[in-house]
């Protein structure tokens, strides 16, 4: 092995962890530690990115990493930031990373308590939209009409019925001085996003569209082609906020959602029938409404 | 295996477990081709592409072969071929 390859398995968040092929979420947490550097302790609820980065023995993590419960990742990364700080050390920062279920929902009442006490974290929500070490369950964070296990397309109704909660929202309601949203799909504003939100103290959240080709349903090669298309859509849009208000947003040249969905098994249904085609006119109106309200387009010169 | 004291395992131990026993497809690099953009490199989710004196180069002992890096290389040097065991 030579001296470049070995510098590769050296990077913070190290090759051997068992994502599967053209994982997003994995690829974005080698881009998350890129950005923050090696003085920070990493906590991960419950989820995909926990379970293939701890095989017992096997760990990618080159910064101490703690994973706890499902539904405590932010009051365990409090606990660990009030740890630091009676140690002195305020050197070593805390960044939480949890999925999109343990976020949303199952760890919302620990989330919206950090958030509240305005613990100095960085919660970061890899978001693949559903509970996806367990299969593929239906999330807070799962767009509306796509099939999940929970959910599943048939005669009753067309996937999830639903919105998808608006959680950068409801973080930056409370109060937030940073809130943000990025895509694998960009990984420059992603190491952006991380740097900045890294430059205040206080909790802060950043939520990072991950395409997951195992459960949406496209070839692993496509993990950053979908997440572009869902960035041009209009149905993934990348903002950031600080103390509430929107300050900056990703423009796009939108094309329609269609171009986003066709590629993926969990909206296959969509494209079946004429029924089909009336909930992609409802997504596309969804697409447009985002586009309204963040001035998304660089061709109205809106915001 | 042995569990250590409070279940503590050290950092960067997963290069211990070689994922490249995964791989089906081959990513092939077409130096001649290769504008050496760094997208591969930057692409990669298993951080299995690198680079010395601007040439790049797979690490196949970690490349699982999802096709990320051929799909995305803007000259398209990269080539999946059909692994042979
Ligand atoms: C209280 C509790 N309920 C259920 C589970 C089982 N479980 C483990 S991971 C997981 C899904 C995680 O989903 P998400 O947070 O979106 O992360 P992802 O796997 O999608 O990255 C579930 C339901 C658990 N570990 N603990
Ligand atoms: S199920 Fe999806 S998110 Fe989870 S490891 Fe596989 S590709 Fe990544
Ligand atoms: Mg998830």
Sequence with gaps: MNASA??????????????????????????????????????????????????????PWRVPWIHHLFENGPSVASG????????????????????????????FAALSGMFERDDDVLYICVDNGAYMNTGGQRSGATPT?????????????????????????????????????????????????????????????????????????????HTLEVGRLGVASGLVPLFEMEYGNVTKVRKIKPITVDKYLRGQKRFRHLFADEQGAELVAKLQQMADANIAKYGLSSQSGGQ | MKITMGAVVMGGTSVLYPTGAWRDQRPVIDHEACKSCDTCRDVCPDSSVFVQEDVYYIDYDFCKGCGLCAYECPVDAIAMILEEK
């Design chain 1, 145 to 221: 009409y796509a099939s999940t296990t929970t959910d599943p397309v048939g005669k009753l109704r067309p996937g999830k019925l639903q919105h998808k909660k608006d959680l950068p929202a409801i973080v930056a309601a409370h109060g937030a001085a940073y809130v943000a949203t990025a895509s694998v799909a960009y990984r420059k504003d992603l190491q952006k996003k991380v740097k900045r939100a890294m430059e205040f103290h206080g909790a802060r959240y950043l939520q990072i569209d991950t395409p997951c080709p195992s459960v949406w349903g496209f070839p692993s090669d």
């Design chain 1, 80 to 107: 660990v930031a009030a740890a630091l700080d009676a140690q002195g050390r305020g050197d070593v920062r805390v960044v939480a990373i949890g999925g999109d279920g343990s976020t949303f929902d199952i760890g």
């Design chain 1, 6 to 59: 070995q510098e590769n398995r050296m990077e913070l968040f190290a090759p051997g962890h068992r994502a599967c092929h053209g994982c997003g979420m994995a690829l974005s947490v080698r881009h998350i530690l890129k950005a923050t550097g090696n003085q920070v302790a990493v906590v991960t609820p419950t989820g995909c990115l926990e379970t293939f980065s701890s095989p017992y023995g096997y760990s």
